[in-house]
């Protein structure tokens, strides 16, 4: 039986190629992204790790087992404190106040995004839930490690962005995420793929919107 991670990687080479080849990921490789881009990014994912927080939380009330449990709760107290503290270096950076933050709305490809990771994590079992997640470590630490390899080697102001997904702890929790997510039974395959997919698609998109500083527009 071919491995669930195997397949579902193969499924979105697609996509992960694409995501490489955007102007947002290119000129952050470069150092040379518009900061208003990135300020608009920075807030916009600071509203999605407080959702992703929650479904983290939701997979590790329906985990399997006590230390599956406690590895999905410590990955909500990594997610909420490693990022925000990096979203909080680059607010004091960019000029960004607590406040603004708070009173920014999310995009719409944010809030759609952070909608189907929530209905998904109420309304399927484990292993569907951890595969709509994976996602967004998975393309997060090799779009990281690819960007570290390129980047140029003058000082890049989105330097700290780059170090936080190369580091060796959260490649370690990406490993075990694959892991977990490559020990679903046959039966759950085909929705671990269909959510996958939908969630890797949504990182374009996430991508694509803050580039286009996407409002809404009515």
Request: proline residues 3%; hydrophobic residues 45%; aromatic residues 16%.
């Amino acid at each position: 039986m071919v491995q669930f991670s195997l397949q579902a990687w193969k499924n979105i080479e697609t996509i992960y190629q694409a995501i490489l080849k955007m102007s947002f990921v290119k000129e952050l490789e470069l150092g040379s992204l518009d900061r208003q881009i990135f300020q608009h990014y920075i807030i916009q994912d600071s509203i999605y790790l407080g959702e992703f927080a929650r479904v983290l939380a939701i997979i590790s009330a329906k985990a399997p087992q006590p230390d599956i449990q406690l590895q999905f709760a410590n990955s909500v107290k990594e997610a909420i404190v490693v990022e925000r503290g990096l979203h909080e270096n680059f607010f004091a950076e960019f000029g960004i106040t607590p406040e603004e933050a708070l009173a920014t709305e999310p995009s719409p490809t944010c809030l759609n995004y952070t909608n189907f990771l929530i209905a998904t994590a109420y309304q399927y079992n484990f292993a569907v839930i951890v595969a709509a997640v994976l996602p967004c470590f998975w393309i997060y630490l090799e779009v990281g490690k690819h960007i570290y390899k390129q980047a140029s080697t003058i000082a890049n102001p989105y330097q700290k962005w780059i170090d936080t997904y190369i580091d060796a702890d959260f490649e370690a929790s990406v490993n075990y995420v694959i892991q977990i997510a490559d020990k679903a039974s046959v039966e759950e395959l085909e929705l671990m793929n269909k959510v996958f997919y939908r969630a890797s698609q949504f990182e374009w998109m996430f991508w694509d919107s803050a580039y286009r500083l996407e409002k809404w527009e009515i």
